[in-house]
């Protein structure tokens, strides 16, 4: 059996994989959850919040067995821990996740997106250092498909989103292209246009390309569905 990482997105912390690791811990995986900086219970300032802070959270939690998740934006930490310390992890699974190119920072890969999702949804802070996901929209832009308790649950635990990791270009080499790697695609996203993702899914092998009918919010809607396409990816890695 496999050891998990699992790696959130923006606004989240390890609270969001709550439905997902007691499904692969049936299957008989480990997995674990960890709060990026400043997110959750890691007390780190938001303006003290870099790509090379995230990476680093990542690379302190991963073993050279860890099969590292990285879900949306989470795409970007996990795939700098990669690029530092190939010998470090098993794999990567990108979940409606960004995979970044040689370069180019989430905030680049997002405006070159088919079309935009969150411009009008996300309010930045009076200094300019985060940004927060206007109430109105977290349900449609996350968890339209998921259980009524989901929104209250996740809305009480959202958190602002430090923008300058996310505006930080990342230089890739071949260190980071031989890391195993999977795409999960969702496609019912409202978050990463779906046609988007499975462009980025194209740089995986085909039979490691998988989808999964479900918001962004894979993990609250389809938790089950999510951890038996998990263990079917664990099986080819």
Not at 78 to 83: L, N, P, R, V
Request: proline fraction near 9%; aromatic fraction near 8%; hydrophobic fraction near 40%.
């Amino acid at each position: 059996m496999a050891s998990f990482l699992l790696i959130h997105g923006s606004c989240h912390g390890a609270w969001c994989w709550r439905d997902l690791i007691p499904e692969l811990e049936a299957m008989g995986h480990v997995a674990r959850a960890i709060d990026l900086p400043s997110h959750g219970s890691d007390p780190t300032p938001i303006p003290e919040v870099t790509l090379n802070s995230c990476r680093d959270a990542v690379l302190a939690a991963s073993t050279p067995d860890t099969i590292i998740v990285g879900h949306s934006w989470g795409g970007y930490p996990i795939s700098a821990a990669a690029e530092a310390q190939p010998e470090a992890m098993r794999a990567l699974i990108y979940l409606s996740a960004y995979v970044p190119l040689d370069g180019m920072s989430m905030v680049e890969m997002r405006k070159n997106g088919p079309h935009q999702t969150i411009v009008n949804a996300v309010e930045k802070s009076d200094d300019g250092l985060s940004y927060t996901v206007h109430p109105d929209c977290v349900r449609d832009l996350f968890y339209h498909d998921c259980a009524p308790e989901i929104l209250p649950f996740a809305f009480a635990r959202l958190s602002p989103q430090p923008i300058r990791p996310q505006n930080t270009p990342l230089p890739l080499s071949a260190k980071f292209q031989k890391v195993p790697k999977a795409y999960i695609r969702s496609t019912d996203d409202r978050t990463v246009p779906t046609e988007y993702q499975k462009q980025m899914s194209d740089s995986v092998p085909a039979d490691l390309r998988y989808t999964i009918d479900s918001s962004h919010s894979a993990f609250f809607s389809h938790p089950r569905r999510l951890a038996e396409i998990l263990n079917e990816i664990e099986g080819k890695l």
